[in-house]
């Protein structure tokens, strides 16, 4: 069964710091991957997304994430975070077809402080 | 541009009122639209994939006669829970997409209280 694992339930870090959040998944064929966000009182956004070519993508907002298939993993990462990344975050995956339901992790909630 | 709309936003109705919640495209042509539902600290559940002038495929687990959904146009999906219990209290969310390997656009979700 397909399957979307994010390891991190709650981060939290500092101003500047670095982020890597990570999402490993589990999906037969040929998959098309995703992070979205989720900002407080907000509807989710899309934030970078994996089809094919190649496998480190960029975002909005300075975020980035690498597609390694040997380790069936697409981690989020961002040099240096602000506050205003505070939030939650999605990986979702799903088959390469637009009409196929995309199957979500559990999201990892994000808490940046000054 | 690819905007989803959903309404309405919250919703508190007594046991065993039916609530219906609309999905809209509002710039663009939905084929496929997804219903999903999220509990407090969890992830979103798919709940049915809807596709224009077809019936919804509902997962498994999903009650289709508790869950109506409808498709009837390339821009608007509705959601009907049917005879609501407080069990039935969570966030349900939207999503909608164009045709081919596209992105899925979320609406705002909608809260659902049953008292």
């Known amino acids: 069964a397909q399957s979307v694992s994010q390891h991190n339930h709650h981060v939290i870090l500092s101003e500047a710091a670095s982020l890597e959040l990570g999402c490993n998944y589990s999906y037969g064929g040929t998959v098309n991957l995703f992070w979205y966000v989720q900002y407080p009182g907000q509807h989710l956004q899309l934030l970078l997304k994996y089809f094919s070519g190649d496998p480190l993508v960029k975002g909005i907002k300075g975020f980035e994430a690498e597609f390694i298939k040997s380790k069936f993993s697409f981690n989020l990462r961002k040099p240096s975070v602000q506050w205003s990344d505070t939030a939650e975050y999605f990986c979702?995956?799903?088959?390469?077809?637009?009409?196929?339901?995309?199957?979500f992790g559990k999201g990892t909630r994000l808490s940046v402080i000054a | 541009g690819a905007v989803v709309s959903q309404h309405p936003s919250r919703v508190i109705c007594k046991s065993g009122t039916s609530v219906k919640i609309e999905c809209r495209s509002l710039d663009f042509q939905a084929t496929t639209m997804f219903w999903y539902r999220q509990f407090p600290k969890q992830s979103l559940m798919l709940m049915a994939t809807s596709n224009e002038g077809s019936k919804a495929t509902y997962e498994q687990g999903v009650e289709k006669d508790k869950f109506l959904i409808n498709h009837a146009s390339l821009t608007l999906s509705t959601l009907t829970v049917t005879s609501a219990h407080p069990e039935d209290s969570s966030f349900y969310i939207c999503?909608?997409?164009?045709?081919?390997?596209?992105?899925?656009?979320f609406g705002d979700g909608t809260r659902l209280s049953i008292l």
């Open positions: 979702a995956a799903r088959g390469n077809s637009g009409n196929t339901p995309l199957v």
């Open positions: 999503s909608a997409t164009r045709q081919g390997n596209q992105p899925q656009h």
